[in-house]
């Protein structure tokens, strides 16, 4: 267990390290333990939210050839940690702004108010492009083939759907409700926003389908699958579990050096326990994991629609999508002590 925590515990003493001075040298004098509290949650938050997002990236990776494995476990961690939880925001501020990077940067650290300002204002579309994108992830890999139905009575209905785009149409409908409660002025973004997630989900996975079908024999034979499309496909599922996160933040600190170097040090934890469920081969011997995973991704598209207008506690979040990750993991323990007390068949 260790060996796979060790680089997120020398990330996060860094991260306490880097966190203290940072308080004690710019914020204020004295202020070092009250921040450290505040990264400290940060850190949970993000570990909180990304569990279920643990689980869908290595029900991927496991698909994907040793050499892809290491390259998205390398680069994707440079991405999750420095790409998304502090260039991501600064982006998006500096193209609502006007500003270049580098002025943004300056505002972000000089005048909080005004940053906060501009991030708010890219809240709607953001939640929406996440929310329509994580729904035909979770509502695609229920109306695909499951190996092992958790809750049978809708698994096994969604099994018997077989319209094409059932996921898409669904996922329409959901934003078309959310949009229908927005403002005017922001209802055009909204809805732009959602369509583009749903457009890129469906683009992306053609794609990884293609790469797929020219490697069936590769496949047939054993061998893992993998490219810079799957690669890609796990980065912006990524992207679209940590926006979540990253906008829910700023409740709790204004600080985008406080909120990048807690989320992270979370985001370090989820790639370590994404090594661990690959290399134990959790998933294989838990069965119920992953549809307790898409179950908590549904939850937390639905909960992204509704933010868009109303206030939802990161908490509360994180705890419905613990909820529904924890019930599958139960459950698969009861079924394999089933299994296991089960007596053997006799031949046939």
Known sequence: MFKYLKSSLI????????AYLWAE??????????????????CVLEITLSFDNAVVNAMILEKMTPKWQQRFLTWGIL????????????????????????ATVKLALEDVTQYTHYLSIAHSPLLSFGAAFLMMVGLSYFFD?????????????????????????????????AA????????????????????????VRGL?????????????????????????YLEIIDASFSLD???GAFAISKDIVVI?????????????????????????????????????????????????????SEIITGCIGLFFVGSAFVASLIENKKTSSSPPQAPD
């Open 11 to 18: 990330v996060t003493m860094a991260g306490f390290v880097l």
């Open 25 to 42: 040298y710019h914020i204020a004098q004295g202020s070092g333990p009250k921040i450290l509290f505040v990264v400290f949650f940060l």
């Open 79 to 102: 991405i999750a940690v420095f790409g998304m939880r502090f260039v991501f925001p600064v982006a998006i501020v500096s193209i609502f702004s006007g500003l270049n990077m580098f």
């Open 145 to 177: 083939n499951i190996k092992h139905p958790w809750i049978k009575p809708i698994e096994n209905l969604t099994q018997k759907i077989k319209i094409k785009f059932a996921d898409a149409a669904l996922t329409l409908l959901a934003l078309a409700g």
């Open 180 to 203: 229908s409660i927005v403002p005017g002025k922001e209802r055009f973004d909204v809805v732009v926003a959602g369509l583009f997630g749903i457009v890129l989900f469906l683009i």
């Open 208 to 232: 990884c389908s293609l790469l797929e079908k020219s490697q069936a024999e590769k496949l047939k034979q054993g061998a893992a699958s993998g490219g810079f499309m799957m690669f890609l």
């Open 245 to 247: 996160g990253v906008l």
């Open 260 to 312: 990048a170097i807690g989320l992270a040090v979370g985001a370090m934890f989820v790639r370590s326990l994404t090594i661990l469920l690959v290399k134990k081969k959790t998933l294989n011997e838990y069965i119920y994991l992953t549809s307790g995973a898409h179950y908590a991704i549904l939850a937390l598209a639905v909960i992204m629609f509704m933010s868009i207008t109303l206030h939802i």
